[in-house]
Nanobody, 121 residues
Framework: QVQVVESGGGLVQAGGSLRLSCAAS????????MAWYRQAPGKQRELVAT???????TYADSAKGRFTISRDNANNTVYLQMNSLRQEDTAVYYC???????????????WGQGTQVTVSS
């Protein structure tokens, strides 16, 4: 009953930019924090950026100064603006939404299917 769908991935040259979008829908009563993770081949999934309900953001060291996470609460959407992309940013990017479903008592995490970002030289 909760769907999380990412979009915006693709192939980009080093130094370029991409904006990822993630829309949550379904029987959602309230969303707390939202985050972007990524997983490169052969590596563990890592947290890239988080945005909390009050607007506070956190970033992985590798993303600071280059990536910006934002949210549109009216549309249950989170974005990740990625600038100055590097080859090491290549990964599958996943959206995570921490939400309270309608008629539920506990917040839970919901994940998107992932979107591929490939940065070429």
């Amino acid at each position: 009953q909760v769907q999380v769908v990412e979009s915006g991935g693709g192939l980009v040259q080093a130094g370029g930019s991409l904006r990822l979008s993630c829309a949550a829908s379904g029987s959602i009563f309230k969303i707390d924090h939202m985050a972007w993770y990524r997983q490169a081949p052969g590596k563990q999934r890592e947290l890239v950026a988080t945005i909390f309900s009050g607007g506070t953001t956190t970033y992985a060291d590798s993303a600071k100064g280059r990536f910006t996470i934002s949210r549109d609460n009216a549309n249950n959407t989170v974005y990740l603006q990625m600038n100055s992309l590097r080859q090491e940013d290549t990964a599958v990017y996943y959206c995570n939404v921490n939400a309270l479903r309608m008629r539920f008592r506990v917040y839970s995490d919901y994940w998107g299917q992932g979107t591929q970002v490939t940065v070429s030289s």
